[in-house]
């Protein structure tokens, strides 16, 4: 008994029926060819990209249904000097939404090339239809953004914008020039533009202080005070307020709530952030200076500046920004080693002009105590070192600092 597929299979046990099947298979194969060959065709002659109409058009004429073809025949007539023709830049910008309506970035250009000629209802709805396609590409929102504004429509372009910085914050800076330049109202800009959301008023605060706004950086400040941050975000906006005159207000903000103290991290328990109240440093060729866990007066670390033998210094790269009360008294105590200080100037600390004494050779641990009247809000204490005048002139050896307290003295 035959099996059920068997009346379907046709046998090819002669000639004449191979022929045949390979005539249909050379049919099939050549009609195949044919169709593809155009598609080939146009590929090969637009592969170098190089803006030449006649060669689009061609690659029109072999593959008509190839949207990025008629796109890019449309820039150039657009674009280009050479061969700017708007009225075929119009209809190869229409046939190429036409034959495909999902690519955002052809309503995009359509948009663009029907402002330049003051259409602009044509232009919001080609807009539209970017948006449509591309309701979650920020580019695709700042652009309609832009466009908004030019069409004087304000209310639509601040929509715009606000979704751009939802959808990338990358974006807020370009969106808050835009605005600045527009309105430059910090509060309006914030309260409209701005998401709120850690990273956004992070980079409205950098903006704002950037812009010189007062009012600006303090609504970007209250607005991060319900998120988590770290105090080297907060330096910018630390130094900007001690610049203003404010460093009460700047404690405040480098503290984000936590506990003060006389002086902040003045035991070197923890690594200096070398910004805001904690102790500042910076690297000079011949002297290192950093955290010491395997000396310390109390506690598990100190302070080290290690000179290197090679160079006659001015040093005053360490420095501390203290807190205080204009025309109040004070007292800095602090304890300080050193090991194998040479020359014959050593290091010392300083604060409102008043210097401790500056031990040379090799000294035990010692409390030394400053005594200070201020002449603002703000005292800085520095560790320096005069250059010396002698001729055994180069600085070598190391000196530890630990136990900073300050206190008020009457």
Not at 124 to 146: F, I, S, V
Not at 290 to 301: I, K, Q, V
């Amino acid at each position: 008994m035959d099996s059920p597929r068997s009346k379907w299979e046709i046998e090819l046990n002669t000639w004449p029926r191979k022929a045949v099947a390979i005539s249909l298979t050379l049919v099939v194969c050549g009609f195949m060819f044919y169709q593809t060959w155009w598609l080939f065709l146009a590929a090969w002659i637009t592969r170098d990209g190089t803006p030449d109409p006649e060669i689009y058009e061609r690659a029109i004429r072999y593959d008509p249904d190839n949207a990025d073809y008629h796109f890019t025949l449309a820039q150039i007539y657009n674009y280009s000097t050479r061969f700017l023709n708007p009225i075929k830049a119009r209809e190869r910008y229409l046939d190429a939404v036409r034959l495909n309506p999902y690519r955002s970035s052809h309503w995009l250009e359509l948009a663009k090339f029907y402002e330049q000629e003051e259409e602009a209802d044509t232009a919001r709805e080609a807009m539209a239809k970017a948006l449509e396609m591309d309701p979650n590409y920020a580019q695709t929102h700042w652009a309609a953004g832009n466009l908004y504004i030019r069409l004087g429509d304000g209310l639509a372009a601040d929509f715009e914008l606000r979704r751009t910085a939802d959808l990338d914050v990358g974006y807020l800076t370009q969106v808050l020039d835009l605005a600045w330049i527009v309105y430059a109202d910090p509060e309006l800009i914030v309260r409209t533009h701005v998401p709120n959301t850690r990273d956004a008023n992070l980079v409205a605060l950098g903006y704002f202080i950037g812009q010189d706004s007062e009012l600006g950086a303090a609504l970007s400040w209250d607005r991060l005070q319900i998120f988590e941050t770290q105090p080297q975000q907060r330096f910018r906006y630390v130094d900007y307020l001690i610049n203003r005159g404010y460093p009460e207000d700047a404690l405040a903000v480098f503290l984000a709530g936590a506990e003060t103290e006389s002086v902040f991290n003045g035991d070197f328990e923890r690594e200096p952030l070398n910004g805001g109240f904690d102790w500042r440093h910076s690297g000079l060729g011949h002297v290192e200076v950093r955290r010491d866990t395997t000396e310390s007066r109390d506690g598990t670390a100190s302070f080290m500046i290690e000179f290197d033998g090679e160079e006659n210094v001015n040093y005053g790269h360490v420095y501390h920004l203290l807190p205080v009360e204009e025309g109040r008294s004070y007292e800095l105590n602090f304890w300080m080693r050193t090991e194998g200080i040479s020359t014959d100037q050593g290091v010392f600390l300083e604060v409102e002009g008043q210097r401790s004494e500056a031990p040379l050779g090799t000294t035990l641990w010692d409390q030394i105590t400053i005594s200070f009247k201020v002449t603002s809000d703000l005292a800085t204490v520095r560790v320096r070192r005069n250059r010396s005048e002698k001729f055994d002139n180069l600085i070598a050896g190391k000196v530890w600092l630990d136990g900073f307290e300050l206190r008020e003295v009457e």
